[in-house]
């Protein structure tokens, strides 16, 4: 196993913009870190179910992939695009009490996030699987790529505490720039491009 390969990869999917990663930094802007904490906790379990799922079933995905890619594809680009509008309207009075970013929301995220779940579904046939046949290596795994998906995360926490106040000045600008970004993901994603 190439462990250099291994570990670019994994922090360079995990690090990257996306569905997750700019909902944290827009829910760090609007509630600030703690509170965005609860999303990042909830995102980072749910990323290690989904690794260990593919860890587990990974021959049972191998044959059924296509049918669930193209079912999460359609329904991680709703979702995003439900997100993006929920970012763009953060500021206005009609959303202002209204937190996105929760654990559970942290959490279901993940199961549609179509960046999630190839990430998940290629790392560990593609890296671990062909080297280690155990379930303790499998485990093991699961685990080192959870704990870079939580700092990854967390990156993106303090990444957006760091640069708050401007954020905050920007708001409107940085919101519709942000669901820009989620809606181009969702174009993405969805197999229209």
């Given at each position: 196993?190439?462990?250099?390969?291994?570990?670019?990869?994994?922090?360079?999917?995990?690090?990257?913009?996306?569905?997750?990663?700019?909902?944290?930094?827009?829910?760090?802007q609007h509630f600030g870190a703690?509170?965005?904490?609860?999303?990042?906790?909830?995102?980072?379990?749910?990323?290690?179910?989904?690794?260990?799922?593919?860890?587990?079933?990974?021959?049972?995905?191998?044959?059924?992939?296509?049918?669930?890619?193209?079912?999460?594809?359609i329904i991680g680009g709703f979702?995003?695009?439900?997100?993006?509008?929920?970012?763009?309207?953060?500021?206005?009075?009609?959303?202002?009490?209204?937190?996105?970013?929760?654990?559970?929301?942290?959490?279901?995220?993940?199961?549609?996030?179509?960046?999630?779940?190839?990430?998940?579904?290629?790392?560990?046939?593609?890296?671990?699987?062909?080297?280690?046949?155990?379930?303790?290596?499998?485990?093991?795994?699961?685990?080192?790529?959870?704990?870079?998906?939580?700092?990854?995360?967390?990156?993106?926490?303090?990444?957006?505490?760091?640069?708050?106040?401007?954020?905050?000045?920007?708001?409107?600008?940085?919101?519709?720039?942000?669901?820009?970004?989620?809606v181009y993901s969702a174009i993405?994603?969805?197999?229209?491009?």
């Amino acid at each position: 196993m190439n462990l250099t390969s291994f570990l670019i990869y994994c922090v360079v999917v995990t690090i990257t913009p996306g569905p997750t990663n700019i909902v944290i930094l827009s829910s760090v802007q609007h509630f600030g870190a703690r509170k965005t904490m609860q999303y990042v906790y909830g995102a980072t379990i749910a990323f290690g179910l989904l690794l260990a799922t593919s860890s587990i079933l990974n021959r049972i995905l191998v044959e059924i992939i296509p049918n669930i890619l193209s079912i999460m594809r359609i329904i991680g680009g709703f979702y995003m695009l439900y997100l993006a509008y929920q970012i763009y309207q953060m500021g206005s009075t009609e959303t202002k009490n209204h937190q996105p970013a929760n654990f559970v929301s942290g959490l279901l995220m993940q199961f549609v996030n179509p960046k999630v779940l190839l990430f998940t579904v290629t790392v560990i046939p593609s890296y671990v699987l062909p080297y280690y046949t155990s379930s303790l290596a499998s485990f093991l795994f699961v685990i080192i790529i959870s704990v870079i998906g939580f700092l990854a995360f967390t990156t993106w926490v303090i990444f957006g505490t760091i640069f708050r106040s401007y954020l905050q000045n920007h708001q409107k600008v940085i919101n519709v720039l942000m669901a820009l970004f989620l809606v181009y993901s969702a174009i993405l994603v969805s197999g229209i491009l």
